[in-house]
C-alpha cells in the first residue's frame, strides 16, 4: 500500500500517517499534489491535515474533500508539541523558520525573544532548510523526530502559544469506507433566511450528535457558502442523509468513518 | 484621525481603508500590532481583511474581534483583481513572491507557468522587496496601485484563478457605534444535540436573514467551537440579541454597523 504525506520527512503528517496506516510512505508538497497522485492511481491513500485545534480549518482540505472524486476514510487526533531546533544557541538566534501555522501557534515564544518569523512550505522543509544553511542566526520550529532526523539539536520544548494544541489529520482515497460510526457531508443551500435552520433542526430531530459545522465559500458565488457538518452515527445516519440531500443543494457525501478522538458536540 | 491598516503601502488594505475612511494611514505589519496600538489609544481605527470569496476567513481576524475589547464599525467588499509584477519578461521569471492567500488565489497561473512561489509577509511587502531585489528572476502578485508605487510594470493582469475574488474589510476600533443595520454577535454552546439549532431557530423564528455563519476554535477547550453570526436588523435585532445571550455561553456583541455590498443570506 503507497501513502502519500504532506510535507517533508519528520513532518507532523508523517508521523500522523505512520500511526494511521501501514506500507510505503512518499513525501508531497502540497495537498492538491497528493489528491493529484490518487487521482492517477500512484496513491492508495493521502494522509492530510483538516484542522488546527487553534488555527481552525485547513481550508485547502475542505475545498479537495468537497470539489474532488476523494473521500475520507479515517481520522486521527496528534497533540502538537513544538519545539526550537537549531545548532546554535538561543540568544545567537534572529531569525526563525516554519510553516505559518507552526509560527503562528508559537507567536507569543517569537515576540518575546525578538525572532524575525520566516515562512517555509512545511515544519520539516524548514528543518531541512536549516540543516543546510548551518547559520547560528537561524533556527527552525518542528518536530522532536525532524530535529532527531537533521541530526539538529532542541534548544527549547513546548513553544506553543496554548498546550492545548491538537491537529486532526485525516487519510483520503478515491473509495468511501461500508461501514463507520461518524459521517462527513457538505453541501450548499438556497439563499433564504431559515434554509440552515431547518437543516439544523433535522439533525436534533434525529437527537444526532453533530461534532462540527464549519462553512466555506463557494466559489462559484461570492458569499455563499459550502457547509460541512460531521455528526456522529445513531444507527439512522442513512436515513438521515437522505432527508439532507433532498433539502439541499449540491450534497456530497464526504465520508464514513471510525470516530476518534476527543471531540465535542453540539 | 489615525488609522493603521495591515501591509505595507499599496497593499489591498492600505487601498480598503482609503474608501472606507478619511484621515492619516499608518502601516502595520500584523493585525495584532494593529489591534495592541488602538489599546495604547495610538489608533483611532484599524482596517483588516476578514473574509475573502475563494480562500474564506481570516482566523486571526476573528480570534480579535472576539477576545479583545475591539468592535467592528464598519465594512467594505472589494473585488482583488491580481497582477503578475515586475521588471523583466515572463519566460525569464522563475520566482513569484506574494502573500501566502495571494499565491494561492493565483495558482492555476502560477502551476502553469512552473513558477516557485515564495511566501512573503503581504502582497505589497512582496513588491517591495520585487523593486529592492532588482533580478529578473522574481517576480510578485499583487495590485496594480503597488506596481506604480514602486514603479514595477504590470507583466500580466487579472491572474486570479477565479474572476469573483471579493476581499470583506472592517474598520475595528474601541467603541461600538450605536446605529447600523448590520449585527455580528460570537458565543459558545454548551455541547449538546441540538444546542445549536435552537439558536439558529430563535434567528430563524425573527425572520431575520442571517448572511454568515463561521466557527473558530475554541482555544481554551480542544475541538469546542466559538460560533460568529452576521444578521441583517429588521427591527428586532435588539431583541434578537438579548434572547440569544442568555441562549449561549460567552456570548460577545461584536459589531453593529451599515451593511455593505454583496451579501446572500440562509
Known amino acids: 500500500m503507497i501513502i502519500g504525506y504532506f510535507g517533508d520527512p519528520g513532518s507532523y503528517t508523517s508521523m500522523a ?28 491513500f493521502g494522509v492530510v491535515p483538516i484542522e488546527n485545534s487553534i488555527e481552525g480549518q485547513v481550508g485547502q482540505t475542505y475545498d479537495i474533500i468537497y470539489y ?48 524575525i518569523p520566516v515562512p517555509e512550505y512545511s515544519t520539516s522543509y524548514a528543518i531541512k532548510t536549516i540543516s543546510e544553511i548551518n547559520n547560528d542566526e537561524h533556527a527552525a520550529i518542528g518536530s522532536e523526530e525532524a530535529a532527531n532526523l537533521y541530526n539538529l539539536k532542541i534548544i527549547s520544548k513546548s513553544i506553543q502559544n496554548n498546550i492545548n494544541n491538537y491537529t486532526r489529520f485525516i487519510s483520503i482515497s ?57 455528526f456522529e452515527d445513531n444507527g439512522y445516519g442513512n436515513v438521515l442523509i437522505d432527508i439532507i440531500k433532498r433539502e439541499t443543494i449540491n450534497f456530497k457525501l464526504i465520508g464514513l468513518y471510525r470516530k476518534s478522538g476527543i471531540e465535542t458536540g453540539y
Chains 1, 2 share one sequence.
Open 68 to 115: 474532488k472524486d476523494i473521500y475520507i476514510n479515517s481520522e486521527y487526533y496528534m497533540k502538537i508539541d513544538h519545539c526550537l531546533i537549531g545548532n546554535s544557541e538561543i540568544n545567537k538566534i534572529r531569525f526563525v523558520h516554519s510553516h505559518p501555522q507552526a509560527l503562528a501557534q508559537c507567536s507569543n515564544f517569537i515576540n518575546k525573544n525578538g525572532f
Open 174 to 230: 478515491k473509495h468511501m469506507n461500508d461501514h463507520g460510526d461518524k459521517y462527513s457531508i457538505g453541501f450548499s443551500l438556497e439563499n433564504r433566511p431559515g434554509s440552515l435552520s431547518r437543516i439544523l433542526n433535522i439533525i436534533s430531530a434525529f437527537n444526532i450528535n453533530m461534532t462540527k459545522i464549519e462553512s466555506r465559500p463557494y466559489a462559484k458565488n461570492p458569499f455563499s457558502y459550502i457547509f460541512f457538518i460531521d
Open 17 to 44: 500517517a505512520k500511526l494511521m496506516l501501514g506500507g510505503r510512505y512518499v513525501s508531497y508538497r502540497s495537498i492538491l499534489d497528493i489528491v493529484n497522485a490518487i487521482e492517477r492511481n500512484e496513491l492508495d
